[in-house]
């Protein structure tokens, strides 16, 4: 894993690999298996419904561990869309750049970069950024996130996502969320969301 992400500073694969398509037959054949599943169940009985959703939704939590199994297995790539977000960050007072790169439960990816503001309090943390796009594009169920940063565009060191980028992601995300931190000359960490927030305040617990 080392190995691998020093490599992705050299690396040759094209961010475009792990993303879903509209209009390509992957995502064509997951929008006609979504509507045979709501047409065949509205077709049974209630006992008979309630075991299919229990299958979907076994297969669906094989989907996702199958889907973070592949962004552990291409960790450089998606490591690399986070070096690339970096690259996009505006950041002219403190020149910190942080570039991150969002897992999606289905595989989409979703790049955010940190951009500041003069006022300094309506500036967005890079996993903020990535997380807003991703939402507004529908996706609500997230695998892992890869984050690095540094100062003028140099990575130098692990930037950990602040509190309120952690508040966020308990918004979205279970306790089983990995975080994964890249660092200088391949050094990284990983943590859980668990691990990064505990006892956090969720709406499933607090909002009822």
Same mark, same amino acid.
């Given at each position: #894993?080392?190995?691998t992400l020093e490599d992705l500073y050299f690396g040759n694969i094209t961010p475009n690999d792990q993303i879903v398509k509209s209009g390509t037959a992957l995502k064509k054949a997951m929008e006609q298996s979504a509507e045979c599943?709501? &047409? +065949?169940t509205a077709l049974l009985?209630? &006992?008979? &419904? !309630? @075991?299919?959703?229990? +299958? %979907?939704?076994a297969e669906n939590e094989i989907?996702? !561990? #199958? *889907? +973070?199994?592949?962004? %552990? @297995?291409?960790f450089r790539l998606g490591m690399?869309?986070? $070096?690339? =977000?970096?690259?996009? *960050?505006?950041?002219?007072y403190s020149g910190y750049q942080?570039? =991150? *790169? +969002? @897992?999606? *439960?289905?595989?989409t $990816?979703?790049?955010g970069c940190n951009i500041e503001n003069a006022s300094y309090t309506p500036t967005i943390c890079a996993e903020r950024n990535a997380f807003f796009k991703a939402v507004y594009d529908g996706k609500r169920e997230f695998s892992a996130i890869a984050v690095v940063g540094g100062k003028n565009g140099v990575i130098s060191g692990i930037f950990p996502p602040c509190g309120v980028c952690r508040q966020v992601m308990r918004e979205f995300c279970r306790d089983d969320f990995c975080i994964y931190m890249g660092g200088a000359g391949g050094a990284y960490e990983t943590y859980t969301l668990a691990e990064l927030l505990p006892c956090s305040f969720s709406a499933a617990e607090h909002m009822k």
């Open positions: #894993m080392r190995d599943e709501e &047409k +065949l009985e209630d &006992k008979e &419904k !309630t @075991l299919l959703l229990r +299958l %979907i939704n989907g996702s !561990t #199958m *889907a +973070l199994e592949n962004f %552990i @297995l291409g690399r869309l986070a $070096v690339e =977000a970096m690259g996009r *960050a505006y950041v002219p942080v570039g =991150a *790169a +969002l @897992l999606c *439960a289905d595989g $990816v979703y790049q």
